[in-house]
């Protein structure tokens, strides 16, 4: 029965496509995905995307750093500068704080001195190179670049644990490489390094800092492909960082390397059972044969290559965190600097929760089940390990960074959702102790139903936030049947109502005393002792996803709210302030699509009675926001959030609330859709018409019954189908009524 249903939405799709005009929607299986990837796109602006090579998930990012220091670096790399100062092993991708950069090689032709009392960055600026984009070439699994100053040809790729370097060196001069352990993005500084040459062809190491993950641990293996010719290791400049000077013989190196947070010898068993022999071509196909299958889970036709561009290097962007970070062995650094072992699963690290909660994470439950399952039992044991749920997780370290407790979020997601084998015994209690702990304010949210803004700063960002969590942990209580504990925290979502100043209409900050903070500029934001998260009174009256209607009510009903939203898109001045966050970026208005709580604002309208707005804005930050070019994310990419939201709204929907299992419909921007949702089913989006100009919906159809809502359900998705959309130039002004 289950074949013959789906064959049946197969010929539906055929039948409709032959009786529309527009571009075929015949999948070619054949096609490699992997050519409409541009790893540049992000590496300009404030996307603070890195263009070297992942492995899906996997454990090591292997890419160029300029050496700049600068917020616009983050990932080490900014399509701006000409300057190598190496290649290293861990990177960071669309973060708005540096960190990583470790391991970092760099092949010269020249003698390599030390000049007593230099500084590692004197050192590096020394011998660092220089390049041109016209030398430089990034696809998913292999990035290649050839120095201007020295000739030499640099080449990349990677398997899930180990990364292998090419080398190709000219002429018969020097053929050095320096490992460099002191090298860092902005915020890190090692404490501790070491190099010990193993024999000719092997070399391992580490590097322990603090910068933003408190304490990393970073311990690596190299095999050469030929013997040391000779090598000098040192202390640069009194500061404690290591750095060897490696000679060869051969114009063609080729290096291997293996991380661990572990051990040397987790290290090494990471590169030989990853990497055990030398073909770089075919370990340079493998990764691009595992980018291949994970792309292909979305096939897609668009009506030019550039909306392909853009879609499948959003996809690309979803699935490079979060990291593996559990070695061959299974063991892992704990919280505290100790040994831990994952038992049954891989453990994942970089977790920027504040950001991915709202999409990427959503879009991983279609499309990454069983890495889902892993990452929430990663979650857990963070909570086993330290009482807590993680926040914003970096390499064995909770940073604490961002607001609210959304690791919560993504559990309740996957309870609702029924996704995995985690304990969930274990979830409901780690998702309690969360809620309830005295941290960051929790106290006075508990005791007053609000935060005091004389006491605790971003109080309204972060009680808003933590309401949000609420709602998903009495969901997640509902579907556990713990009746009292749904009841609690559901109650204790709507505590969000308690900022809501009716005069002015905004979510205002609340003293001690129960007045409004003063004074009062709905558009004003700054950095340090704002009542608002990285944004304004604009933004954050919107961030009631969890109760879009009861926001509907305080606002005076459907028409008042649909004005006043409708205002956020218009105000002339939407962002001031000397301090004014650069994160508040993208703006539409006082809209900022560049910072991730206002992602789910476009869809309100659909609550309002006012789609066609939420299919003009979509469209118009589709087309504008997003673009084929370094310059093509209007914001920090933030670990996959920043693409989910275009995967999501070129499909046509989108999670507004990730658990209310519900996608509200935006405006697809792909002509069609094959959306691989497992166990051998698949759902079919149709919108032959869709264009920069047929942006409006004129009717939904799901398995050819005509929709009078808007939005699909998880159920929907996952059973498969045919979703279609009949695409206009013209607005439906009673799509849903």
């Known amino acids: 029965m289950q074949i013959l249903k789906h064959v049946s939405a197969l010929a539906v799709v055929m039948l409709i496509l032959s009786a529309c005009s527009g571009p075929s929607a015949s999948y070619s299986d054949s096609e490699r995905l992997t050519q409409y990837v541009n790893p540049f796109i992000g590496t300009g602006y404030h996307g603070h995307t890195f263009p070297g090579v992942a492995w899906p998930f996997g454990q090591v990012q292997l890419s160029p750093d300029n050496g700049t220091q600068g917020w616009d670096w983050c990932s080490g790399y900014h399509y701006s500068d000409s300057v190598l100062a190496g290649f290293s092993h861990l990177h960071l991708s669309g973060t708005g704080i540096g960190d990583l950069a470790d391991i970092s090689f760099l092949p010269v032709t020249s003698d390599i001195t030390f ?92 590097r322990l800092s603090h ?17 040391l010719m000779t090598y000098a290791i040192t202390d640069i400049g009194g500061e404690g960082i290591t750095v060897g000077c490696f000679s060869f013989s051969g114009k063609e190196l080729l290096a291997k390397v293996g991380i661990s947070s572990v051990s040397r010898e987790n290290a090494l068993a990471n590169l030989d ?15 691009s044969d595992a980018w291949e299958k994970e792309l292909s889970k979305i096939r897609i036709t668009a009506p030019d290559q550039d909306r392909k561009i853009v879609f499948y290097t959003a996809l690309y962007h979803t699935m490079i965190a ?52 892993d990452m ?15 926040v914003w997780e970096l390499e064995g370290n909770e940073t604490f960074c961002m607001v609210g407790n959304h690791s919560i979020p993504v559990i309740a997601e996957a309870i609702l959702k029924n996704i995995g084998d985690f304990d969930r015994d274990l979830a409901f209690q780690a998702m309690i102790a969360s809620s309830v702990y005295n941290r960051d304010g929790m106290g006075f949210y508990d005791s007053l139903g609000y935060m005091p803004a004389d006491l605790i700063p971003q109080s309204v960002a972060k009680s808003e936030e933590i309401a ?38 905004f979510m205002r900050g609340k003293l001690s005393n129960g007045e409004w903070t003063t004074p009062f500029d709905p558009a004003y934001s700054k950095h340090a002792g704002s009542d608002y998260t990285e944004g304004n009174a604009w933004q954050y009256l ?10 509907i009510k305080l606002l005076g009903g459907e028409e008042p709210f649909a004005d006043k939203l409708e205002q956020l898109f218009t105000v002339s001045e939407g962002v001031k302030g000397e301090e004014a966050s650069a994160d508040i970026s993208g703006l539409i208005g006082a809209y900022a699509h560049g910072n991730e709580p206002g992602h789910h604002t476009t869809f309100l309208f659909n609550y309002a009675g006012r789609p066609w707005r939420t299919q003009e804005l979509n469209r118009q930050i589709q087309t504008t926001m997003y673009t084929n070019s370094p310059e093509g994310l209007c ?27 519900k996608y509200q419909f935006g405006s697809p921007f792909v002509t069609s859709a094959r959306i691989d949702v497992g166990k051998g089913k698949y759902l079919y989006i149709i919108a032959p018409k869709a264009s920069d100009m047929r942006k409006y919906i004129q009717e939904v159809r799901l398995n050819g019954q005509i929709l009078h809502r808007s939005f699909i359900t998880w159920e929907e998705i996952m059973e498969g189908g045919t979703l279609e959309f009949m695409m206009s130039d013209k607005p439906e002004k009673y799509l849903f009524k």
């Open 115 to 206: 000049s007593v009392g230099e500084s590692n960055s004197q050192f590096v600026s020394r011998y660092a190179g220089k390049y041109s984009h016209d030398a430089e070439k990034a696809e998913p699994g292999y990035y290649t670049v050839t120095m201007k100053n020295n000739g030499v040809k640099a080449e990349f790729t990677v398997t899930e644990r180990a990364g292998l370097h090419r080398y190709t060196f000219p002429g018969n001069g020097p053929k050095n490489l320096i490992i460099n352990l002191g090298f860092a993005i902005n915020w890190d500084k090692p404490y501790s390094t070491e190099l010990t040459v193993v024999d000719s062809c092997l070399v391992t190491g580490s």
């Open 211 to 227: 910068g933003w993950a408190a304490d990393q641990h970073v311990y690596f293996a190299v095999r050469f492909s030929q013997p």
């Open 273 to 287: 059972s990853s990497l055990p022999g030398w073909d770089f071509e075919a370990t340079r196909q493998a990764a």
């Open 322 to 373: 979060p990291s593996l970070f559990s070695d061959i062995n299974s063991e892992f650094k704990g919280i505290e600097g100790d040994v831990q072992k994952a038992d049954g699963y891989n453990r994942y690290t970089v977790f920027s929760l504040w950001d991915t909660y709202r999409a990427l994470h959503p879009l991983l439950t279609i499309t990454q089940p069983e890495r889902v399952n």
């Open 376 to 390: 929430i039992k990663s979650m857990l044991d963070h909570y086993k390990q330290t009482g807590l749920l993680p």
């Open 468 to 505: 949000i969590d609420d709602w998903c942990v009495g969901a997640a209580a509902r579907k556990l049947e713990h009746d009292a504990e749904a009841s609690y925290f559901t109650n204790r979502s709507r505590n969000y109502r308690s900022y809501f100043d009716s005069e002015t209409g």
């Open 542 to 551: 919107w961030l009631v996803p969890h109760d879009v209607y009861g926001l």
């Open 635 to 661: 914001g920090n990419e933030d670990c996959g959030q920043m693409s989910a939201w275009y995967v999501f709204s070129a499909l046509g929907f989108y999670p507004v609330n990730p658990c209310d299992l």
